[in-house]
């Protein structure tokens, strides 16, 4: 069987990989020139533990290559990125183009998936585009929507063990796409139409963002009491009942900090806490990029001169290289900005170099600061030892001080 991933990213990818790893033979489509050269010389363009190898396997096999246009395969799926316009509106633009990208590949008994995080009713809405730029495929093509749920550093497992969700626009179409997921998915594969599909990848995301809201405003509320969060919560989830997530210093990713917005843009009226959820992750990184200013404004005071301030980690989440709506990366750029000529050292382990922060080494940034900000929980960070001779401000949990 041929397949064709439109859009080698941090899902697409890893997916296509799988996929070819179990014998489908893909052609990976991008719109960046290097994703598609550093790929078919077997480098992975993402920080996935243990893809690289698979990568070069399925490259030298013949069941893999990248490319910037489309081929004529069986099987379509869309793994676009679906940013915000406006007043965090999704703009399903990406997905469009992409799906006008096949069009004319498309034939009869072809089979057409978006897994790109979209609106309720957009997997009707690209029916509907084929369609009326197609006509004769009309009850003759394949049409679901299929989310994933993978947690980047833990792909490859979750990828083939986790339960999916899959829902096409009638059941020949959900067949279908279960008939290729299951090539190499061992995890449950839930039957539902399209619309609901797209509403349970949304409603996942929005869950956790709400459970992560509730953890932050408690880490508010307990530095104003004087009391210590780590030990609050782990005492809380005592309870049989009670599970409490960890707090951090926002939300960040490409899942849990944009799904809610696609259904509080829909659904404004009826999505109060999910909207509430989401100002208050995003205010937990405001709050604390004033703590950081707050505490090298008392530094200067007491020394009479500019702290050093190490700010550790620029990703969304632990041991990944990912950026994308990164609350440290947020706090970072918002502590430079008013640092007033304090020398400002950014780490990032799992980042070579970027085009805005010029990164240092962790444990020289350690070593040398006066202000040590915890942003990110990374596993170098762990390494580092508690100091009172040092500010540490560990908004991630590292010490739980």
Known sequence: MKACFMGFGYIGLPTAIIAAKHGVKITGVDINPKVVEMTNQGHLHIIEPGMEELLQEVIRNGLLKASTTPEASEAYFMVVPTPFKGNHEPDVSYVEAATRAVLPLLKAGDLYVIESTSPVGTTELMAKLIFSERPELKDKIYIAYCPER??????????????????????????????????????????????????????????????????????LICDKAGINVWELIELANKHPRVNILQPGCGVGGHCIAVDPYFITADFPMESKIIANAREINNYKSFWCAEKVQSEMLKFELAHHRKPVVAMMGLAFKPNIDGLRESPAKYITTKVMQSCNNADILVVEPNVKEHKVFKLSNYKEAYDRADIVVMLVAHNEFKELPWTDRKVILDFCGIYKK
């Open 150 to 219: 993978v947690l980047p550093g833990n792909v490859i497992y979750e990828l083939v063990h986790n339960d999916r969700v899959i829902g096409g626009i009638n059941e020949e179409s959900t067949d279908k796409a279960i008939a290729f997921y299951s090539q190499f998915v061992k995890g449950k594969l839930h039957r539902t139409n399209c619309r609901t599909a797209e509403m349970c990848k949304l409603t996942e995301n929005s869950s956790r963002d709400v459970q992560i809201a509730f953890a932050n405003e408690l880490s």
